[in-house]
Nanobody, 120 residues
Framework: QVQLVESGGGLVQAGGSLRLSCAAS????????MGWYRQAPGKQRELVAR???????NYADSVKGRFSISRANAKNTVYLQMNSLKPEDTAVYYC??????????????WGQGTLVTVSS
C-alpha cells in the first residue's frame, strides 16, 4: 500500500558529512509529516528530525546546528543532511511518514532503516 525506502547510509569519518534520502511511494493521497528516527545498540529509538507539510521543523537537541531536514513534497521525499558527524551519531536511521492513503485511510509508515557508522 505505502512504502518508504531509505538510502545514503554508510561509513564516514568524524567531522564528515552524509545525506540520507527517503522516498515514499504507493497509494498516497497526502503526507502530513515526515521525519527521521535513529536507534543505536542498547538504546531506544529516538526522534532526530521532523518536518510538516507547512515547512516547520524540529530537531533533537543533540543534532541542532549540525543536521538539516528538508522535503520535496511533489516527490514525497525527505532528506537529512548530516554535517560535523560524531561517533555518537552511529545508529540505524529510520524514515517515518504520517500518510493518508488514496482510500482516505490514515497510517504511520516506516522504512526498513539505513545504517550510519561514524568512525573516530
Amino acid at each position: 500500500q505505502v512504502q518508504l525506502v531509505e538510502s545514503g547510509g554508510g561509513l564516514v569519518q568524524a567531522g564528515g558529512s552524509l545525506r540520507l534520502s527517503c522516498a515514499a511511494s504507493g497509494s498516497i493521497f497526502s503526507i502530513n509529516a515526515m521525519g527521521w528516527y535513529r536507534q543505536a545498540p542498547g538504546k531506544q529509538r529516538e526522534l532526530v528530525a521532523r518536518i510538516i507539510s507547512g515547512g516547520n521543523t524540529n530537531y533533537a537537541d543533540s543534532v541542532k546546528g549540525r543536521f538539516s531536514i528538508s522535503r520535496a513534497n511533489a516527490k514525497n521525499t525527505v532528506y537529512l543532511q548530516m554535517n560535523s558527524l560524531k561517533p555518537e551519531d552511529t545508529a540505524v536511521y529510520y524514515c517515518n511518514a504520517g500518510v493518508v492513503t488514496t482510500t482516505l485511510n490514515p497510517l504511520d509508515a516506516w522504512g526498513q532503516g539505513t545504517l550510519v557508522t561514524v568512525s573516530s
